[in-house]
């Protein structure tokens, strides 16, 4: 049982994390910004204390005395808005080069940080950890940054890649669904790229259990088993809102990304379900 502190305890992958830690038997100091936010934490009987990715001082408020860290705090654009990336990359940046002195100026050795999992790919074969990094572009260079930070933190370091994230609070999932009702839904260009799924819940999971058990210095791919081609999971959703196949043509935001989590299930003993 350890003491972790969780910098984005509120968000989408957060409000997870937080409640399995404690089933997990681990005290759990959420680190919130806001009053309103804190409250609802406390009622459940989740210590809480205020603090701001982008200020060094409450940070190290906020992570004395903890054995670890758990780096969750993002500003992803969600499914449907106007794509502004400029805050999430200032939480990678700057919000963990902050969060990453703070441990260390205190005494906090173990640090697990939530990244992407399409930072590799571009092919259709089934890829792991090992492979190279994808070219920068809008969505991905401040993670590359993120990560090379923490690599040279000289803390007891975890990375998770997440794939894309869908279940309760994502917005992805209803979306999808929603474009199917409407005919909208289109597969990037043939349909024929690959996405690496992760349920909300099962990334969730996988946190506990690589602050638990992971060896230091561990990148990990935090995906379901089975990755599946867009055409595959147009189609299937298609079916399920009762409307016929999407065609082809659709706008491809991301490289196509196959990739293994056997790595994460070895060294975890962790299963998505």
Not at 41 to 46: E, F, M, P
Not at 96 to 120: E, H, P, W
Request: hydrophobic share 40%; charged share 20%.
């Amino acid at each position: 049982m350890m003491r972790v502190a969780v910098i984005g305890a509120t968000g989408v992958v957060g409000r997870h994390v937080v409640p399995r830690l404690r089933e997990h038997g681990h005290e759990v100091r959420a680190v919130v910004r806001s009053g309103t936010n804190a409250e609802a934490l406390r009622r459940v009987g989740i210590e809480t204390v205020q603090g701001d990715i982008f200020d060094l001082q409450s940070l190290r408020r906020a992570v004395n005395g903890c054995a670890a860290a758990l780096h969750l705090a993002t500003a992803v654009p969600r499914p449907g808005q106007t794509p502004n990336w400029a805050l999430n990359d200032r939480i990678r940046q700057e919000g963990t080069t902050n969060l990453l002195k703070a441990c260390r100026d205190t005494g906090v050795r173990r640090y697990v940080q939530q990244s992407i999992a399409f930072l590799v790919g571009g092919t259709s074969d089934l890829i792991d950890e090992t492979a190279p990094l994808l070219p920068a572009r809008q969505a991905t260079a401040s993670a590359i940054d993120m990560e090379r930070l923490v690599a040279a933190s000289g803390l007891d370091w975890v990375i998770l890649r997440g794939g894309a994230l869908y279940g309760p609070g994502t917005g992805r999932d209803e979306q999808w669904r929603a474009l199917a009702r409407s005919g909208e839904l289109r597969l990037p260009g043939d349909g024929s790229d690959y996405i690496s799924l992760i349920h909300v819940a099962d990334f969730a999971e996988c946190f506990v259990l690589a602050t638990e058990r992971a060896s230091s210095g561990s990148i990990l791919s935090a995906v379901d088993d089975q990755p599946a081609t867009y055409r595959e999971l147009f189609t299937y959703i298609a079916l399920a809102e009762g409307t016929s196949a999407p065609a082809a043509g659709g706008a491809s935001n991301f490289p196509s990304f196959r990739v293994s989590n056997s790595k994460a299930k070895d060294m975890l003993g962790w299963r998505p379900c």
